[in-house]
Antibody
Framework: EVQLLESGGGLVQPGGSLRLSCVAS????????MTWVRQAPGKGLEWVSG????????YYADSVKGRFTISRDNSRNTLYLQMNSLRADDTALYYC??????????????WGQGTLVTVSS | DVVMTQSPLSLPVTLGQPASISCRSS???????????LNWFQQRPGQSPRRLIY???NRDSGVPDRFSGSGSGTDFTLKISRVEAEDVGVYYC??????????FGQGTRLEI
């Protein structure tokens, strides 16, 4: 069974930093592109960033470009999202998902349960 | 970026009755390979999103056949033939053709 488990969320002040992690199990992690999607409280879904299976290609939404960095460690089956210069409008539940270019999932799609990031003073 | 517009945003339904959600894109979603990368997701209360439909009309494994997707170009529809209580939640369309970014519709809240 495929599982994606996010961690690293929490309360941070504006301008601060956080690093989110997503540990994958039940799949050959390096074979799949991965994605971060966020959902502000009571709002819809927003794609944040994506990365190829090798980690060689990365993609960002304009709203986070230059502030967030996606990466992965295939030896640890782990996806990361380094978030710097955080703003109040980055407050959201952050999901990692097995999904890549064109919105394809390479088979079944899987999403984690999310980790909550709150940016507030 | 491609804008995805769903309607209605709220959909009251009666158990056992059909339901339909519309999704329109600001550009054609036909990709250079001839495929159309339009997905539908369901998010039940308190749960993570789950993909129901990919490439307009293909159901994911485990998705009941009362769910169907159709459409082409810029106009797409998700239909539920007979709504059941477990279908309550928010439904999102998402385009992948003009990636990055992947873009979602605003969501349609289905309620009994």
């Amino acid at each position: 069974e495929v599982q994606l488990l996010e961690s690293g969320g929490g309360l941070v002040q504006p301008g601060g930093s956080l690093r989110l992690s997503c540990v994958a199990s039940g799949l050959i992690f390096s074979n799949y592109d991965m994605t971060w999607v966020r959902q502000a409280p009571g709002k819809g879904l927003e794609w944040v960033s994506g990365i190829s299976g090798s980690g060689g290609s990365t993609y960002y939404a304009d709203s986070v470009k230059g502030r967030f960095t996606i990466s992965r460690d295939n030896s640890r089956n782990t996806l990361y999202l380094q978030m710097n210069s955080l703003r109040a409008d980055d407050t959201a539940l952050y999901y990692c998902a097995k999904m890549g270019p064109l919105g394809l999932c390479g088979g079944d799609c899987y999403w984690g349960q999310g980790t909550l990031v709150t940016v507030s003073s | 970026d491609v804008v995805m517009t769903q309607s209605p945003l709220s959909l009251p339904v009666t158990l056992g009755q059909p339901a339909s959600i519309s999704c329109r894109s600001s550009q054609s979603l036909v990709y250079s390979d001839g495929h159309t990368y339009l997905n539908w997701f369901q998010q039940r209360p308190g749960q993570s999103p789950r993909r129901l439909i990919y490439k307009v009309s293909n159901r994911d494994s485990g998705v009941p056949d009362r769910f169907s997707g159709s459409g082409s170009g810029t106009d797409f529809t998700l239909k539920i033939s007979r709504v059941e209580a477990e279908d309550v939640g928010v439904y999102y369309c998402m385009q992948g053709t003009h990636w990055p970014p992947l873009t979602f519709g605003q969501g349609t809240r289905l309620e009994i």
